[in-house]
């Protein structure tokens, strides 16, 4: 089995910053692409970074400027540096790993984290 274990949420003012990581444990082979999704009340799931395993990264247009995202392949850790944080960057923040594991290597199974929250106040 594999687990995806989030840290750094919290409650921040307008405009400052939090660091998301995600540590992966268990089965691994190999980590593929990773990436952070967030989900507000009310409303659904939604990419907010991906980096792959090559370490292209991709955003949303609404976090593009803002947010960084970042991995350590050596920890297998992927990290969400977020800074100039907006009250609409307020949510529950979830880590997702594509992985081959130590029993299945021709296959790819995504992982997801439990969720961190984040809660920007104005």
């Known amino acids: 089995q594999v687990q995806l274990v989030e840290s750094g949420g919290g409650l921040v003012q307008a405009g400052g910053s939090l660091r998301l990581s995600c540590a992966a444990s268990g089965s691994i082979f190999s980590l593929n692409a990773m990436g952070w999704y967030r989900q507000a009340p009310g409303s659904q799931r939604e990419r907010v970074a991906v980096i792959s395993s090559g370490s292209d990264t991709s955003y949303a247009d609404s976090v593009k400027g803002r947010f960084t995202i970042s991995r350590d392949n050596a920890k297998n850790t992927v990290y969400l540096q977020m800074n100039s944080l907006k009250p609409e960057d307020t949510a529950v923040y979830y880590c997702?790993?594509?992985?081959?594991?130590?029993?299945?290597?021709?296959?790819?199974?995504?992982?997801w984290g439990q969720g961190t929250q984040v809660t920007v106040s104005s």
């Open positions: 997702n790993a594509d992985v081959k594991t130590r029993e299945r290597q021709r296959n790819t199974f995504k992982y």
